[in-house]
């Protein structure tokens, strides 16, 4: 069970599925699955602390099944997208197709941008590749170079605009951390280029390779599927990249590190980033809610991370903090007394 249970991953493109050929109500099966459901059962189901134990570690982490699920998930992807393109243009009622964007959307965040964070720090350049496929679907490859030496470096710091600050308004950390993200990602690949002696031009700077690739792919789609379906697979992504935000915004919320008296930070720990242990939320994002610890090692494994004393918890999972982050005054209520005893038990 424990390699099995990461298979509900499926629920996701079978409920999309569902949406696509359902009407009325349904066609929101998706969105009402995993941030309305979810959410409250969460509440009502206990955390799971448990970690593997040694002799688990070792089958988990030379079992290919845990590999070939992430890979599995780039063809369906791909096909979902597809599907939604070639069939947008024919759905005639607005409710029915803001419920398919939805649907889609949600694909696009947990599988695309989630699937392809994970993917993105494995050493293999095969499984970057298929990390930066799932990415391209939600135009958000920009995320690699920043997320891998821009965000695990200066996490908890104000040079990162991923932390998001103690009382920070959610809608404003979009902004913030979206395109702050960006314009750093330009930063990194152009002193990336000045290392390698290459010119900031070259077609060695990923930078410049996704916004040609993506500039391609807009035009594909306007071209060969008009403009409903650009406008709709606009929004896809749009709303694919705030589920992204929203993640980031709850996972590192009001933590900082401090900085040392010659201006370094303190070594990232295990204290720097919100945890949950909630069952459902770990496994349906694939034990991204286990955080802290995924910031301690950042090349472990998924199906390798652990729970840890030291890491600081968030009352429910995922999707049910990100369902409240929408509600600042209520988010600040219940997270800035969290923040306030880990801050003080680090100082």
């Not at 050929?21 to 998706?30: D, V």
């Not at 050493?123 to 995320?143: D, V």
């Not at 330009?186 to 410049?208: D, G, L, P, T, V």
Request: glycine share 6%.
């Amino acid at each position: 069970m424990k390699k099995l249970k990461y298979l509900s991953i499926f629920s996701l493109p079978l409920s999309v599925w569902i949406s696509f050929h359902a009407s009325g109500i349904l066609s929101f099966l998706p969105t009402f699955l995993y941030f309305a459901i979810i959410p409250l059962l969460e509440i009502v189901l206990k955390p799971n602390e448990v970690n593997l134990n040694t002799e688990e570690r070792i089958l988990a982490e030379k079992d290919k099944y845990y590999d070939f699920l992430l890979y599995c998930m780039l063809p369906i992807q791909w096909f979902f997208l597809l599907y939604f393109l070639f069939n947008v243009g024919n759905w005639q009622d607005p409710l029915e197709i803001s419920g398919r964007i939805g649907g889609m959307a949600t694909m696009c965040g947990i599988i695309g941008i989630n699937l392809g964070h994970e993917l993105g720090h494995r050493k293999n350049r095969w499984e970057q590749l298929i990390g930066e496929a799932l990415l391209f679907t939600s135009l958000e490859n920009h995320f690699l170079p920043y997320h891998n030496r821009g965000h695990h470096t200066n996490v908890g710091t104000r040079k990162d605009p991923a932390t998001a600050r103690k009382n920070e308004i959610l809608y404003l950390f979009w902004i913030r951390s979206h395109f702050g993200s960006y314009f750093q990602a330009w930063q990194i690949e152009a002193s990336r280029m000045k290392i390698m002696k290459k010119s900031f031009f070259s077609f060695r700077n990923k930078m410049i390779i996704y916004t040609v690739l993506s500039l391609i792919w807009l035009l594909i789609i306007y071209s060969l599927f008009g403009q409903k379906a650009f406008t709709a697979y606009l929004w896809v992504a749009g709303v694919g990249i705030l589920l992204l935000e929203t993640v980031n915004y709850i996972e590192h919320y009001g933590l900082v590190r401090k900085r040392r008296e010659n201006g370094s930070y303190e070594p990232v720990k295990r204290w720097h980033s919100w945890n949950s242990n909630h069952l459902i939320g770990r496994i349906i994002l694939f034990e991204l809610s286990r955080h802290s610890d995924h910031h301690y090692k950042a090349d472990r494994p998924y199906q390798l991370l652990e729970s840890n004393e030291e890491s600081p918890t968030m009352p429910t999972g995922y999707p049910g903090m990100m369902i409240l982050a929408l509600i600042p005054p209520v988010y600040f209520i219940v997270m800035n007394k969290r923040v306030g005893k880990v801050m003080a038990n680090r100082s």
